[in-house]
């Protein structure tokens, strides 16, 4: 009997040992099959998450971030203890003491699962499996999957400390709100760093892991706060808080940014602009789109905060000027459907969601509007981010009396009378407030549109090319395109002074004798007969005044003397263009280049002829804070000692290439000079620091330009439509673009000062008539008189006259056949008489510059 029992005993035993070495056998054939070919997981001790490149301006203020995945790294030993404690209560009290998978987790998951019969299906995974799932693996919840995650996990807590896992995990995460890793999302919910987080805060985070969109704190606002009050009951039984702290916390409300009560982080942020976007599209191409936008990087740019509003309300002023001068209506171009016009919420709802501009500021802010109804006079109407008043918003009839409506056959109504001409219900539109100049106080809304007329500015420092101030179109939010650094234009007159420093550098002097007078050249296109913007040809003339008074004849027989290669090459020296056509319409800017190489190329005269390599940064700091690019080069020893003696400045030794002979930049500035004092930019610029530069319009007005420069500061307009075509009879660089460099420069001459153009050594000066080239004596005075610099050893040669080889003779048409012009004399709709034609010629259509 004995025997039989212990038999009976020795069968079930051998059956348990044989099925448990079974279970063992087929366990481990099936981790030995799944782990053969995982990834590695050491790379992770090397990892580095992608993170965000913040932007900084020169005054260390944030002005814009890039991210793909917006992240802020944040190292475990600057991660609180509290918010460790908080995510360890929610996903894992058992980080500390498993070995990166929890057996008792993932049974007591497979029984609630066939309890279930599979509706119950939950995680049972570690922190530690769950950085393998994000890392190393996809999110599906296959069997195989769980057990290539639990082998990776327990090799991986072979490979790393508890503390450097925690940290992958805590920056890794999505949390919701394109947040990931927990300083990011710190800031997202709460807009403040880790240190300061309340324990319900830190409790907060640590419910979102798991299904971010499911705890939403406005749409999910109490399935979020029963997670995060049972994440902070698992923290008062862990021992994390105590008793007191539990009960004052659960008690907390569910305060968020998205809830209103903090403010966003990014109230904090300008909107981005021309600027900022400029420098992601440099440093994409420089460093890699991927390091870009995940590598961490911090730019100190070097915009100058007080500067940049400035530029931008100066173009933005002269373009809007020239629009309503035109006055033609066209508005947004969005409508709102009349039903969703009967309730507040629902239009402020449609509102928000158009798509048009409200990054603008001039004199007040914009406002997208949208029309609610319109009366006999006026239309009333509904603002985003103005509360309704008793009364309502309204648009005046006196308001829309400057603009006509294009009617749907494209001809144009008469001048709009009453709001109605112009608006209809739905139409969505911009406002302004109309204040008093006087008190500020409140007057009417007014109708605004984005103009159609484009433009751009770029200001820099002419000794280090920084550039401090750059405006690339009316408005950022409305087109992205820069006009400053991406439109290619023809610089019209604006290009002539190369041509003279060409000329000044091959011999030539600022009293050099010029013929002003007409040409006709063949060419395969047709005969072309270029002219003044006068039509009228003065005879011989010093190149002062030539460039004073922007003389395309005698510019074009100046390129002809000097030679079109020798002209190409200062301007591919100068990097106006990296190659420069050998063809005399050229030498009148007919080529086109963009605003941001002529200013920096300007800024080569200003500084008295050494390169400028314009930057729009500083410096670039990789995510552990090493420096991968500085702009400046320059040598400073005295930077390097630990103090200087009161008063004394570092000495900074330059070490860059010279362009010019200084000497010739000094000559081209003072005649430069004589353009605003007494020339074609004069009525427009009036600052109380000598100034120099150049207008430019090329033919028929299409572009219109004004670059010019005092002692230490660079700026540059260009204004013209974005599919070419004239800005008007009286559209001129001097009258469009002069006024935004005076508002800019007043400004600017404000903060950095200026002052007289620096003489360089070796020459001296001589009085010359302006009007005729001749000498004058040392004592002579009056409005004729001029001090030229000239090299020492090298005194002019006065009576030499240049035609640049071009013949005169009794065939080339004279002044009134020109301005005639072969044209014929018609009757236009209001009765008067018109001269028009001829038709176009070569010289007519593509000569480039005129005044």
């Known amino acids: 009997m004995f025997r039989l029992i212990l038999s009976f005993f020795g069968g079930i035993f051998t059956t348990l040992t044989m099925g448990i070495g079974m279970v063992v056998l087929t366990v481990g054939a099936v981790f030995w099959m799944y782990g053969r070919d995982l990834p590695s997981h050491e790379s992770l001790a090397q990892y580095t998450p992608p993170t965000i490149s913040r932007i900084y301006s020169g005054q260390g203020r944030l002005i814009d971030e890039f991210a793909k995945e917006r992240r802020l790294f944040a190292p475990a030993d600057t991660i609180p203890p509290l918010i460790k404690q908080a995510f360890i209560s929610a996903e894992d009290k058992n980080f500390y003491t498993h070995e990166g998978y929890d ?10 699962a066939v309890r279930t019969r599979g509706k119950d299906v939950r995680g049972a995974s570690t922190i530690t499996q769950q950085v393998m799932k994000n890392f190393l693996l996809s999110g599906d919840r296959r069997a195989e999957r769980k057990i290539k995650e639990i082998i990776l996990a327990a090799r991986l807590e ?59 704190p406005v749409r999910r606002k109490d399935r979020l706060i029963q997670r ?66 995940t590598g961490g990087l911090t730019v100190r740019a070097t915009i ?70 319109v009366g006999d006079k006026d239309a009333r109407i509904g603002i985003e981010g103005v509360p309704e008043t008793a009364e309502g918003h309204y648009i005046t009839a006196k308001d829309v009396q400057w603009a006509r409506k294009r009617l749907a056959d494209g001809k144009l109504a008469r001048k709009a009378k009453v709001a109605g001409d112009l608006l209809e219900v739905g139409d969505v539109v911009l406002v302004r407030r109309m204040t008093s100049d006087d008190d500020g106080s409140f007057i009417r809304w007014s109708l605004r549109q984005v103009p159609e007329v484009q ?60 013929v002003d007078a007409p040409i006709e050249i063949n060419t395969p296109q047709g005969m072309w007969r270029p002219r003044n913007s006068s039509n009228k040809f003065y005879g011989p003339t010093p190149l002062r005044t030539g460039i004073e008074q922007s003389r395309n004849l005698m510019t074009i027989r100046l390129a002809q003397e000097v030679g079109m290669d020798v002209v190409g090459d200062y301007a591919e020296r100068f990097g106006v263009y990296d190659q420069l056509s050998p063809v005399l319409a050229n030498a009148l800017g007919s080529q086109e280049t963009t605003l941001y190489q002529m200013v920096s190329a300007y800024a080569m ?14 410096r670039v700091q990789d995510r552990y804070g090493r420096t991968v690019y500085r702009h400046d080069q320059r040598i400073c020893n005295d930077c390097q000692l630990p103090t200087l003696d009161p008063g004394v400045a570092p000495r900074i030794i330059s070490n860059r290439e010279r362009v010019m002979d200084p000497i010739t930049a000094y000559q081209l500035t003072a005649m430069m000079k004589g353009v605003v004092d007494r020339g074609t930019a004069s009525s427009a610029i009036n600052l109380p620091v000598p100034i120099a530069g150049k207008t430019g319009t090329t033919n028929d007005a299409k572009d219109v330009w004004f670059v010019g420069f005092s002692s230490n500061i660079v700026a540059g307009c260009y204004i013209g439509f974005d599919n070419p075509r004239s800005l008007g009879k009286r559209a001129y660089g001097a009258g469009m673009c002069g006024p935004v460099f ?47 610099y000239f090299r020492d050893g090298e005194l002019p040669i006065f009576g030499i006259t240049f035609d640049g080889g071009f013949a005169m003779g009794s065939d080339l048409p004279l002044f009134e056949e020109i301005s005639n012009g072969g044209g014929r004399s018609v009757t236009t709709s209001t009765g008067k008489k018109a001269v028009v034609g001829p038709k176009a010629s070569f010289g007519t259509i593509s000569s480039g510059g005129l005044y």
Do not use: C
Not at 605 to 618: I, Q
């Open 103 to 112: 057996l008792r987790g993932i049974g007591a998951a497979a029984v609630d």
């Open 158 to 216: 072979e490979t790393l400390p508890k503390e450097k896992i925690l940290e992958l995990y805590l920056n890794e995460i999505f949390l919701g709100q394109n947040s990931y890793g927990v300083a990011a999302a710190s800031q997202t919910y709460f807009n403040k760093t880790l240190s300061e987080l309340a324990p319900h805060e830190a409790a907060f985070l640590a419910s979102l892991p798991k299904a971010p969109s499911d705890y939403h």
């Open 228 to 293: 995060r009050n049972f994440v902070l009951r698992e923290m008062k039984e862990n021992g994390y808080i105590s008793q007191a702290v539990y009960e004052a916390e659960v008690a907390q409300p569910l305060r968020s940014v998205q809830n209103g009560d903090f403010e966003s982080f990014k109230a904090e942020l300008p909107p981005r602009d021309y600027f900022t976007d400029e420098i992601r599209r440099q440093l994409s191409e420089n460093f890699g789109e991927g390091e870009f936008f």
């Open 304 to 373: 100058d905060n007080e500067m940049q509003p400035i530029a931008a309300q100066a173009l933005q002023q002269q373009l809007e000027e020239y629009d309503r001068g035109v006055g033609i209506w066209r508005g947004t171009g969005k409508t709102i459907p009349a039903e969703q016009l009967t309730d507040e919420a629902t239009w402020r709802e449609a509102l928000a969601e158009q798509r048009v501009s409200r990054d603008v500021d001039l004199e007040n802010p914009w406002f997208p509007a949208v029309v609610l109804s």
């Open 455 to 514: 433009g751009g500015f770029v200001a820099m420092d002419a000794n280090t090319g920084r550039v401090i101030a750059m405006q690339g179109g009316f408005s950022y939010q409305a087109s992205v395109f820069n006009r400053a650094t991406q439109a290619k234009r023809q610089p019209g007159s604006s290009f002539k002074p190369f041509v003279y420093a060409a000329a000044l550098d091959s011999g030539y002097t600022p009293a050099t004798i010029v």
């Open 605 to 618: 005269f200003a500084n008295g002829g050494e390169r400028v390599a314009p930057t729009l940064v500083d």
């Open 742 to 788: 005076q508002r800019f420069m007043s400004e600017a001459i404000k903060k950095y000062g200026g002052g007289p153009f620096e003489v360089p050594p070796g020459g001296n000066f001589i009085n010359i008539d302006r009007f005729t080239g001749a000498r004058l004596p040392d004592d002579a005075s009056g409005p004729n008189v001029v001090a030229e």
